[in-house]
Structure formats: structure tokens, C-alpha cells
């Protein structure tokens, strides 16, 4: 069975500082892995999806990296602003469902 | 120009009252997915349709059931609510299941069971 860690649970930074957000799993017989946006009391945002043959996936401000091996992913935000407060959540696709991590909480402090 | 549209946002039963979430979604899609995500916690899939195929979690309990009578609308049934049951209730879609198809959730509907 697919496990998907997210440590910490919470972060806090002031504006302008880069974020790093880790995930790891424990099976990397995986399709592809992807990160999410959720804010308070909403659904789920995609924001980058890696496809398992990929190394890394980049848009805007943000980058994430996979290493299928080692079995972890890192998302990085760069100059961080205060809209990025929000719970990030990994999730990585094995078979034809999604393995969801419980998520990263962010406070960006202005 | 909502995608995935779920209603309602929120909704309150009591104890043990049968309660129907409702997922519609404009993408055409062929899969329809329910997850379900208690308080700080991974949201968990509790089934999905491909197609008009049922396809259920081996843990997903029996009180829980879903119907797709049409490509675009999916319900989930809770027959019989426990307060274990509340949650937010996710509703996703897809081109097709696996093979890297991007997912895209609804807004949720937060259940509470009194």
C-alpha cells in the first residue's frame, strides 16, 4: 500500500523568503506525482503534475523536482508572497487512483 | 465557467438521516471520483466511475454509496450518517483513470452530522 508523507505539517516564513516543501513515498512503481493547492474549506487546485519519466516541472514561481528512486519530490516557491498561504498537498497516481499526502500548511507573513 | 459543481457546499443532517451529495461536472469527462477528507488529514478515494463502471474501495464501508446516471452527474448516498462521517466530501474528474490524466476537484461539501 502506497504511503505519502509531508513533513512538516506547517510552516511559517516572512514575504519574500523561498519556500521548500518536501514529500516522500514508500512505492516508486508510480505513473506520475502531483502537487496541489488547498485553501480553507475549498477543493483542490492542480499546480504541477510530474510524469514519472520527468525530472522536474517548473511554472512561474514554482518548481518541483522528482526522484522516483529515493522515492521523494520537493516543491519550491520561489519569493514567497502572502497569496501563497495554503495548505499544499502531494499526491502521487499509481495504478488509477491518487495516493494523497496530509498536506503542508503555509502561513506567508507580511 | 465552474467545471466541477457541487451541491450543496455545505449541508447538515442528523444522526442516521440519509443524506445525497451531488457532483456535475462540463468537462465531458469519463471518470468521476469521491474522496473523502476529515480534518487535517490525506483525502482518502472512496470510489469511481468509469464510464457507467462502479469501481469501490475494498475499505470504503457499505454505508456509503454513489450513482451516475449520466456522464455528467455523479451522487454519493450516505445511508446512514454516523458523526464519524463528517467530513468534506471531494468530488474529481478525468479524461480517463491512471496514465497521467491531471484530476480536477470540485469545491467540496463540508458534511456535518449532528
Known amino acids: 500500500k502506497q504511503e505519502v508523507t509531508q513533513i512538516p505539517a506547517a510552516l511559517s516564513v516572512p514575504e519574500g523568503e523561498n519556500l521548500v516543501l518536501n514529500c516522500s513515498f514508500t512505492?516508486?512503481?508510480?505513473?506520475?506525482l502531483q502537487w496541489f493547492r488547498q485553501d480553507p474549506g475549498k477543493g483542490l487546485t492542480s499546480l504541477l503534475l510530474i510524469q514519472s519519466s520527468q525530472r522536474e516541472q517548473t511554472s512561474g514561481r514554482l518548481n518541483a523536482s522528482l526522484d522516483k528512486s529515493s522515492g521523494r519530490s520537493t516543491l519550491y516557491i520561489a519569493a514567497s508572497q502572502p497569496g501563497d498561504s495554503a495548505t499544499y498537498l502531494c499526491a502521487v497516481e499509481g495504478d488509477y487512483k491518487l495516493s494523497f499526502g496530509a498536506g503542508t500548511t503555509v502561513t506567508v507573513r507580511a | 465557467d465552474a467545471m466541477v459543481i457541487q451541491n450543496p457546499r455545505y449541508q447538515v443532517t442528523q444522526f442516521g438521516k440519509p443524506v445525497t451529495l451531488s457532483c456535475s461536472q462540463t468537462l465531458n469527462h469519463n471518470v468521476m471520483y469521491w474522496y473523502q477528507q476529515k480534518s487535517s488529514q490525506a483525502p482518502k478515494l472512496l470510489f469511481h466511475y468509469y464510464d457507467k463502471d462502479f469501481n469501490n474501495e475494498a475499505d470504503t464501508p457499505d454505508n456509503f454509496q454513489s450513482r451516475r446516471p449520466n456522464t455528467s452527474f455523479c451522487f454519493l448516498d450516505i445511508r446512514s450518517p454516523g458523526l464519524g462521517d463528517a467530513a468534506m466530501y471531494l468530488c474529481?474528474?478525468?479524461?480517463?483513470?491512471?496514465?497521467?490524466?491531471?484530476?480536477?476537484f470540485g469545491p467540496g461539501t463540508r458534511l456535518l452530522v449532528l
Open positions: 512505492d516508486s512503481a508510480i505513473y506520475n
Open positions: 474529481a474528474t478525468s479524461r480517463s483513470p491512471g496514465w497521467g490524466e491531471t484530476q480536477y
